[in-house]
């Protein structure tokens, strides 16, 4: 009997199924986090900047979800991963970007889309070189800014200032150095936690639930300021934790 003329088990007939089909639900959030990207592309068109760069916060807090998603309900696929990470160029990568271009860098001219351009390209490679390290990279850590945090950097500047009724033309060098700075940031050597070891299945202490509840009541008096805050806090971690291993490093070196 040729392998042509074995029956079919029902293992593989499922496994046929799941390679032709797609995992709607995580794939959902995916979608809804690239809608929210798009949107913020489009309402910066229209002079609406601090809907863009919530937008974008609200894509990266969806882009949070689709992976715990799948991995609570085990939907996990290759379409998937390959579909969040597009997702995250247009939502990490091209809308901050544009969005940043319209706010403040037009201003500067061709200086300016060049500087837009580089944290777009940066954001590509910081993605491409992610996928390429998923299954042997250290999971506590990650090489280089992630791309939503550095969106969230960038956003968290125009929403601020936007906010405050202050004009991105009066900004254009600031909003130069913190997308050059951002951009550079993702592609470097650095290392950030990731927070992907925190496990939330388990029992924790009274103070940690104590903490999140006065972090959540903290954003909620002033949302602009205390996520660029944060998030300008987590960038300046890496470069920061590099300098204390490196003295640690000399020190150990040292007679």
Request: glycine residues 8%.
């Amino acid at each position: 009997m040729t392998d042509s003329d074995k029956p079919v088990t029902h293992e593989q007939v499922e496994q046929l199924k799941k390679n032709r089909g797609i995992y709607l639900l995580p794939n959902l959030f995916t979608t809804a986090a690239l809608f929210a990207g798009f949107y913020a592309i489009i309402a910066a068109g229209n002079g609406q900047f601090t809907e863009a760069a919530i937008a974008v916060y609200v894509a990266m807090a969806l882009d949070g979800i689709d992976g715990r998603v799948a991995r609570m309900t085990n939907t996990q696929s290759a379409f998937g991963a390959e579909y969040d990470s597009l997702s995250d160029m247009v939502s990490f990568g091209l809308a901050p970007a544009l969005v940043m271009y319209q706010w403040a860098l037009s201003g500067l001219g061709q200086i300016g889309w060049i500087a837009a351009f580089f944290y777009t390209a940066t954001t590509a490679l910081r993605l491409a070189r992610f996928n390429t390290k998923l299954g042997s990279a250290d999971k506590r850590f990650f090489q280089g800014l992630p791309s939503p945090a550095a969106a969230a950097l960038m956003m968290g500047m125009v929403w601020v200032w936007h906010d405050l009724e202050v004009s991105g033309t009066q900004l254009m060098i600031p909003a130069l150095v913190i997308t050059v700075f951002a951009g550079a940031l993702m592609v470097s050597n650095l290392t950030y936690f990731s927070f992907k070891d925190m496990d939330f299945r388990h029992r924790v202490p009274f103070f940690v639930v104590f903490a999140m509840l006065a972090a959540i009541m903290l954003t909620a008096l002033d949302p602009p300021k205390i996520l660029f805050a944060g998030f300008l806090l987590y960038a300046l971690s890496g470069p920061v934790l590099s300098v204390i291993r490196w003295r640690r490093k000399r020190q150990r070196m040292a007679p």
